[in-house]
C-alpha cells in the first residue's frame, strides 16, 4: 500500500542543517501493523510526519496505493490527508473547548458527512471504545487513558486506511497503555493499517514487522513471527 | 462546522473570561468614545445639508486691506443676477445689530438676531413657513418667529395667523404682524435667527452702497467657480468706481476684491472668521482615531500573546483536514463577535455619557434621531476594527504547522515578539502624547485666565437696551444710576469687550492709511473697565471738544502709524479730522487668540450711527454689587424712560470668560482622550504583563532555585517593560512638542512651550508601568518555583 523511495529531509537553521531523513526506503503491506523504533532524534517522528503529509521531504517518492504524493499541493494533501488517514498523538491532542462527542465528530465534518450520518457514526465508535457515558465531557475532565480512547475513537471514525500512531501510550501507565495497544490490535485485525511511532519494545511486540532507524537511516527489520502468523 | 466554532469560540471567551473582559471591556470604551466622535464630526459637516442645492451656493465676500468681510452692498446682488447666466439665484440677508422686543399682553420675547431676507433667498434656503412660502407684497414684508416664541407670547394653542405683536420698548408704540410660524434648524445651519423677516427686496430701504448686506449665489451645475469669481470681482469694481470710489483707493485697487466661499465651508472654516470649529472638529475626530486605534492595537496584542493557548486547536484541525482559509475565517468571525459585542456595550455607553457629551459641546446630539447616515457607519466601523484588529492575528494562528505545535513547539510567538512590542510601544507613545498635550493645554489655558487682560470686567455689568439715546436723555438715566450707593461709573457704547467684532474704517495720519476699528463710547468708558492710560489723558467733561473731535488711540494704533509723541496730532478719517488726547495701553477685547486690534475711541464718530451707542455698562463696588443690581431692578423702568419694561443683565467677566469656551472644549477632550488612552493602555499592560509573567514561570522558579532575590526578579520582568515606556517617550515626547507648538501658534498670547509637561507624561507612564507589571510579577515572585517547574 505504501512505497516509500529514497526519502530525504533535512531542518536547516540559521547556523546547522541536520538531516533527519537519510535514504529512507520503505513499504508497507495494506493490513499491516508496523512500529517504528530507534533513540531519541533518529528520525522515527519526521519519517511519521511525512508519511502524515504533515511535513514536506527534499527528495524522494512516497506512493500510497499507486499516488504519488510528494507532488500534491497543500490543499490535495489537505484533502487526501482527510479521507484516508487518522492520527493518534503521544499527548492526545484533543481540542479542550469540544466535549468528547464533538472531538470525535470533528474529522466527519471536515469530510463533510451529514449531520444524521455523522450522529450515528460517532455513538457507533463511542459505543465500541467503551466511552458512552463520557460523551458529554470535556477533555480535563477525563483519565489519560481515556483522552487516549477518544484520540483513537477520532482516529477512527472516518474509517481511514491507514492510522499513523505517534508514541501512544507515552503518556499513560501501562494498564492503560495496554488498553490502548489491545484497541489498535483489535483495529488492526480488522483490517486496518497501522504505522506506529514507539520507544517501548513492548509496544512494538503488538505489531507485524519492527523497523529500526539511526540517523536518518533503516538500519534493521524484525518480522514479529507470532503476529505475522496471526496476519498470514 | 459554523456551529462547532462558534462553540469553541464561546467557550474559549468563557474560559478566559479576564482577558474577554479586558479585551471587549477596552474596545467598547474606546468605541463609545468613537461613535460619539462620528456623530459629532458628521454634525459639524453637514450644516445647511438638508438644503439640496448646498454645494452649489456661495456667499459673496470680500477682502479689505486688513482683512475679510461678509458685507456686500445690496446693489451687488441685482447686478450680478443680471449679468451672469451661470448664476442661477441671488439671495440677500441683513442682520439686525440690536434686539428687538416683541410683546402682547401675555409676555415678552427679546429677539437678539432679526434676519431680514429677501424672497429669493427664503426660496434658495428652504426657508419655507409651517404655512408655505408665499411672496410679500411689493413694498411689505412678512414676519415669522419660531414656535418657542409663539408660545411665550400667546400661550394659548391653535392659533389662527396673522396676529398683531408690539414691536420694542411698549411705550415706542410700534407694532407688526406675526404671519406665522417658522420651523428651522438653525442649530445646524449658518443662518442663525430668532425671528425672521421676509420681504420682496431687502435692500429696498437702504443705502444702495451700504456695505451691510450678506449676498448669496446659487450656481449652476458645471459653473467655473474661479472664473465667476473674477468677474463678480470685475462688476464689483466697476460699481463701486460708478458710486464715487476712486480707482485708486486700496479698497479695490491693485488686487482681487471678491471672494466667493462655498456654503459647505462656512461653518467649519469660513474665508472671512476663525476656524476654530474646523480645529476642533479635526482634533476630535483624529483623537478619536487615535484612540479606537489604540484600543485595536490592543485587542491585536492580547489576541497574538493568547494564540499559543489555541496553537494546539490549529494542528488538530489542520490535521483532520481544515484548510488554511477555514482558519482565517474562522478567527476572523470569532473577532468580529467579540467586537460586535463591543459595539453593543459601546452603544449602550454612548446613550449614557451623550448627554455629558451635549453639556459639553452644547450640541443634541442623538442616537435615535437626526442621525440616519449611523445605520451605515456602523457597520463600517464594526468591519473595520474586526479587520484592523483581526487579520495579524488571523494569519498568525492559521499559520502554524500542525507537526511544530503538536509536539508543542512554539517557534512562531518569537515570529511575532517584535511585532507586540512595537504595538505596545505605538500605544504608550499616544498615551505620552496625550498627557504632555493635556498639561500644555492646560497650561495655556490658566495662562489665559490669569494674565493680565488689560482692564477688569470682575465689578462690570452690562445692561441690555435696547433704546437709542441722544446727549441729553443718556445725561438724565446717567446722572440717576450714579446716584446709587456702590456704583463707581456708569457709560454706554457700541460694543463691550466680549470678544465681538467691531466695524472698522480706513483713518490716515500723515499720509499713512491704516484700518482702525472704531469703537463709540461715552464720558467714563476708559474708567468704567479700568483701563490704563499711556499718554495724554481720557475723554472729560472738561473739554468741550471731546464730544466732537477728540479721539483716543491704543497702543497697537500709534504703533500701526509709527506716531512719536502722538498728543496733540492729527488723524482724518470718517471725512473728519480728530484731534489725539490720549493713548490707552492695549487691552485683550478680543480674548487671546488674536492681537490687539488697532483701535480708535471716539464720542462722535460719522461712521458709527449714534443710535449703535446703546450697550450699558456700569461698575459697581463688589461687596455692593447684590444691592445694586437689586435697586437698579427695582427702579430701571423710572430710570430707563426709553426701555424699561425689563431689566436685563450680564457680568462682563461671565461674558468674556465665554471666548474660553473653545479651548476649555479643547481641555476636556484632551482630558476625555488621556484617560482613556491611559486606562486602555494600562488595560492591555496589564494582561500582557500577566500573560508573559506566565509564560516565564518556569525561568522565574530556575532562578529562585538559584538564589535569585524577590527584588532581582521583580527588577527582571520590569526592566523590558521600562524599556518599553523609555522607547515610548522619545517617541511621544517630540510628536508632543510638534503638535503642542503648532496648537500654541494660533494663539497672539501665548506659552512657550513649558518642559514640565514632557517630564511628567515620562514620570506618569513610568510609574504606572511599573505598578501594573509589579502587580502581576509579585504572584510569580512568590509562587513556589516547585510547583511552576512541576507544572512544566
Known amino acids: 500500500m505504501i512505497k516509500i523511495e529514497n526519502l530525504e529531509k533535512v531542518y536547516k537553521t540559521e547556523e546547522i542543517e541536520t538531516t533527519a531523513l537519510n535514504g529512507i526506503n520503505l513499504h508497507v503491506k495494506e493490513g499491516e501493523f508496523v512500529s517504528i523504533m530507534g533513540p531519541s532524534g533518529c528520525g522515527k517522528s519526521t519519517l511519521l510526519n511525512v508519511m502524515g503529509l504533515l511535513d514536506k521531504p527534499e527528495s524522494g517518492s512516497y506512493k500510497f496505493i499507486d499516488t504519488e504524493l510528494l507532488k500534491l499541493n497543500d490543499k490535495e494533501r489537505s484533502n487526501f490527508r482527510k479521507r484516508n488517514m487518522g492520527f493518534v498523538f503521544q499527548n492526545f491532542n484533543l481540542i479542550d473547548e469540544l466535549t468528547v462527542f464533538e472531538n470525535i465528530e470533528l474529522p466527519l465534518i471536515y469530510n463533510k458527512v451529514p449531520a444524521t450520518e455523522r450522529k450515528r457514526l460517532v455513538n457507533e465508535i463511542i459505543e465500541r471504545m467503551n466511552i458512552v457515558n463520557r460523551s458529554g465531557h470535556f477533555p480535563q475532565q477525563l483519565s489519560g487513558g481515556q483522552q487516549q480512547r477518544v484520540a483513537v475513537a477520532r482516529a477512527l471514525v472516518t474509517k481511514p486506511k491507514l492510522v499513523l500512531a505517534d508514541e501512544p501510550t507515552g503518556n499513560l501507565d501501562s494498564s492503560h497503555g495496554n488498553e490502548v495497544m489491545e484497541l489498535l490490535c483489535e483495529l488492526n485485525e480488522t483490517g486496518t493499517t497501522i504505522v506506529m511511532v514507539t520507544h517501548s519494545s513492548h509496544d512494538a511486540s503488538f505489531s507485524n514487522r519492527i523497523i529500526n532507524l539511526k540517523d536518518g537511516h533503516v538500519i534493521s527489520e524484525k518480522i514479529n513471527k507470532n503476529r505475522t502468523e496471526e496476519l498470514i | ?792
Open chain 2, 1 to 792: 462546522m459554523f456551529r462547532l466554532n462558534l462553540k469553541i469560540a464561546l467557550r474559549n471567551l468563557w474560559k478566559n473570561k479576564g482577558y474577554t473582559a479586558i479585551n471587549i471591556g477596552g474596545l467598547a470604551i474606546a468605541l463609545s468614545a468613537f461613535i460619539m466622535v462620528v456623530m459629532y464630526v458628521g454634525f459639524e459637516t453637514t450644516f445647511d445639508h438638508h438644503i439640496p442645492n448646498h454645494n452649489r451656493i456661495y456667499l459673496v465676500g470680500r477682502s479689505l486691506p486688513d482683512g475679510k468681510t461678509n458685507y456686500t452692498p445690496a446693489s451687488l446682488a441685482p447686478s450680478m443676477k443680471d449679468a451672469f447666466p451661470e448664476i442661477e439665484n441671488v439671495g440677500r440677508s441683513k442682520k439686525t445689530d440690536f434686539e428687538f422686543a416683541f410683546s402682547t399682553d401675555k409676555g415678552r420675547v427679546y429677539g437678539k438676531n432679526v434676519l431680514s431676507v429677501d424672497y429669493e433667498m427664503a426660496k434658495m434656503f428652504h426657508l419655507w413657513p409651517d404655512k408655505g412660502l408665499k411672496k410679500p407684497a411689493a413694498d411689505g414684508y412678512d414676519l415669522y418667529v419660531p414656535q418657542e416664541f409663539a408660545d411665550v407670547l400667546f400661550p394659548r394653542k391653535n392659533l389662527t395667523y396673522p396676529r398683531l405683536v408690539s414691536i420694542g420698548p411698549k411705550n415706542a408704540g410700534q407694532s407688526a404682524n406675526i404671519q406665522g410660524i417658522i420651523s428651522y434648524r438653525t442649530d445646524h445651519s449658518n443662518l442663525k435667527f430668532d425671528a425672521m423677516v421676509i420681504l420682496n427686496d431687502v435692500g429696498a430701504t437702504q443705502d444702495p452702497k451700504a456695505l451691510n448686506y450678506h449676498t448669496y449665489i446659487e450656481v449652476k451645475a458645471g459653473t467655473d467657480v474661479a472664473q465667476l469669481e473674477h468677474k463678480i470681482d470685475g462688476l464689483f469694481k466697476k460699481e463701486m468706481i460708478k458710486n464715487g470710489m476712486s480707482a485708486d483707493d486700496r479698497m479695490i485697487s491693485g488686487r482681487s476684491v471678491i471672494f466667493l466661499d462655498p456654503l459647505d465651508n462656512l461653518h467649519l472654516k469660513p474665508i472671512a472668521g476663525n476656524n476654530t470649529n474646523y480645529k476642533i472638529v479635526l482634533a476630535l475626530g483624529v483623537l478619536g482615531l487615535l484612540v479606537l486605534v489604540i484600543a485595536c492595537i490592543n485587542f491585536t496584542n492580547l489576541t497574538i500573546a493568547q494564540t499559543n493557548r489555541r496553537a494546539k486547536e490549529v494542528g488538530v484541525k489542520k490535521v483532520l483536514g481544515a484548510y488554511r482559509m477555514n482558519l482565517i475565517f474562522q478567527f476572523l468571525i470569532e473577532i468580529l463577535m467579540q467586537c460586535l459585542l463591543a459595539l453593543v456595550i459601546g452603544l449602550a455607553l454612548t446613550e449614557l455619557f451623550l448627554p455629558y457629551f451635549n453639556g459639553l459641546f452644547e450640541t443634541s446630539l442623538s442616537l435615535w434621531k437626526g442621525n440616519g447616515s449611523l445605520v451605515w457607519q456602523l457597520p463600517v466601523i464594526l468591519i473595520v476594527i474586526t479587520l484592523i484588529s483581526g487579520v495579524y492575528p488571523a494569519l498568525v494562528l492559521s499559520g502554524f504547522r500542525p507537526a511544530d505545535v503538536l509536539k508543542g513547539n512554539l517557534q512562531t510567538s518569537y515570529k511575532t515578539l517584535w511585532l507586540r512590542n512595537a504595538l505596545l510601544v505605538t500605544q504608550f507613545s499616544v498615551a505620552i502624547v496625550f498627557i504632555a498635550g493635556l498639561l500644555i493645554v492646560s497650561t495655556q489655558l490658566k495662562y489665559m485666565k490669569t494674565e493680565d487682560t488689560g482692564f477688569k470686567p470682575a465689578q462690570v455689568v452690562y445692561i441690555q437696551n435696547t433704546a437709542w439715546f441722544n446727549r441729553n436723555n443718556f445725561e438724565q438715566l446717567k446722572a440717576k444710576v450714579n446716584e446709587i450707593p456702590g456704583v463707581n461709573s456708569f457709560t454706554a457704547t457700541s460694543n463691550i469687550p466680549d470678544g465681538s467684532k467691531a466695524a472698522k474704517s480706513n483713518y490716515s495720519f500723515e499720509g499713512k492709511e491704516q484700518g482702525l476699528d472704531m469703537i463709540t463710547v461715552d464720558f467714563d468708558y476708559f474708567e468704567t473697565l479700568n483701563l490704563k492710560i499711556k499718554e495724554g489723558r481720557f475723554f472729560s467733561k472738561s473739554f468741550n471738544t471731546d464730544t466732537v473731535n477728540s479721539v483716543v488711540l491704543n497702543e497697537s494704533a500709534v504703533s500701526a502709524y509709527g506716531i512719536v509723541n502722538p498728543i496733540g496730532k492729527t488723524i482724518r478719517g470718517c471725512k473728519m479730522d480728530y484731534r489725539i488726547v490720549g493713548v490707552i495701553k492695549d487691552f485683550k477685547a478680543q480674548g487671546f487668540e488674536t492681537a490687539v486690534e488697532p483701535t480708535v475711541y471716539t464720542i462722535k464718530n460719522p461712521c458709527i450711527a449714534s443710535t449703535e451707542k446703546y450697550m450699558l455698562m456700569v461698575n459697581v463696588d463688589q461687596d455692593k454689587m447684590a444691592a445694586v443690581l437689586a435697586t437698579l431692578k427695582t427702579n430701571w423702568k423710572d430710570l430707563n424712560k426709553h426701555d424699561g419694561d425689563d431689566f436685563r443683565y450680564e457680568f462682563l467677566d461671565e461674558l468674556y470668560g465665554r471666548l474660553f469656551k473653545k479651548q476649555e472644549q479643547l481641555q476636556s477632550v484632551f482630558y476625555g482622550a488621556t484617560v482613556l488612552t491611559i486606562f486602555i493602555a494600562v488595560l492591555g499592560l496589564f494582561a500582557f504583563s500577566a500573560f508573559t509573567t506566565n509564560n516565564r514561570r518556569k525561568e522565574i522558579a530556575v532562578r529562585k532555585i538559584l538564589g535569585a532575590t524577590d527584588l532581582q526578579v521583580l527588577r527582571l520582568l520590569n526592566s523590558f517593560f521600562i524599556w518599553v515606556v523609555l522607547i515610548a517617550n522619545l517617541i511621544g515626547w517630540p510628536i508632543a512638542y510638534i503638535v503642542a507648538t503648532r496648537w500654541l501658534d494660533t494663539f497672539a498670547y501665548r506659552i512657550d512651550v513649558p518642559l514640565l509637561p514632557f517630564l511628567f507624561a515620562g514620570v506618569i507612564s513610568m510609574v504606572l508601568t511599573v505598578l501594573t507589571v509589579s502587580i502581576q510579577a509579585r504572584k510569580a515572585v512568590k509562587a513556589n518555583p516547585v510547583d511552576a517547574l512541576k507544572y512544566e
